[in-house]
C-alpha cells in the first residue's frame, strides 16, 4: 500500500519561504502524477501543482512564479517550494499520488487515490 507523509509545514511571515516535501512508500507499479493540493478555512482541495514521472511539472495560475515542484526519484520524493509567501497562501497542504489509474487532469481531486495526512502553513502579514 502506498503511503504519503508530508513535512516542513510552519508559520512564516508574508514574503518568507517553505520547502514542503513528501516521501512516497510503497509503490510496487508505474507512478502517475504526484501533487499537491491545499485547502484553506473554508475552502475547496485545489491542486496547486503537480509532476509527471519524467519530471514535466504543472502548475495552478494563482502560484505560477511563487511555488515550484520537483521530485528525487531515488528518494521517492517530491517537494514544493513556495516563495513571497501570502496570507492567503495560509491553509493545510497535502501530497497526493496516483494509483489505479493514471494520468487526466492533474488538478482534480479525483484522479488521486493515495493522500498524505497533511501538513500545515500559515502565513501572518
Known amino acids: 500500500r502506498v503511503q504519503l507523509m508530508e513535512s516542513g509545514g510552519g508559520s512564516v511571515q508574508a514574503g518568507g519561504s517553505l520547502r514542503l516535501s513528501c516521501r512516497a512508500s510503497?509503490?510496487?507499479?508505474?507512478?502517475?502524477?504526484m501533487a499537491w493540493f491545499r485547502q484553506g478555512p473554508g475552502k475547496e482541495r485545489e491542486g496547486v501543482a503537480a509532476?509527471?514521472?519524467?519530471?514535466?511539472?504543472f502548475y495552478a495560475n494563482s502560484v505560477k512564479g511563487r511555488f515550484t515542484i520537483s521530485q528525487d526519484n531515488a528518494k521517492n520524493t517530491v517537494d514544493l517550494q513556495i516563495n513571497n509567501l501570502k496570507p492567503e497562501d495560509s491553509a493545510m497542504f497535502f501530497c497526493?499520488?496516483?494509483?489505479?489509474?493514471?494520468?487526466?487532469?492533474?488538478?482534480?481531486?479525483?484522479?488521486?487515490?493515495?493522500w498524505g495526512q497533511g501538513t500545515q502553513v500559515t502565513v501572518s502579514s
Open positions: 510503497g509503490y510496487t507499479d508505474s507512478r502517475g502524477y
Open positions: 509532476i509527471w514521472l519524467n519530471g514535466k511539472t
Open positions: 497526493a499520488a496516483q494509483g489505479s489509474v493514471l494520468g487526466g487532469p492533474w488538478s482534480e481531486r479525483r484522479n488521486y487515490d493515495y
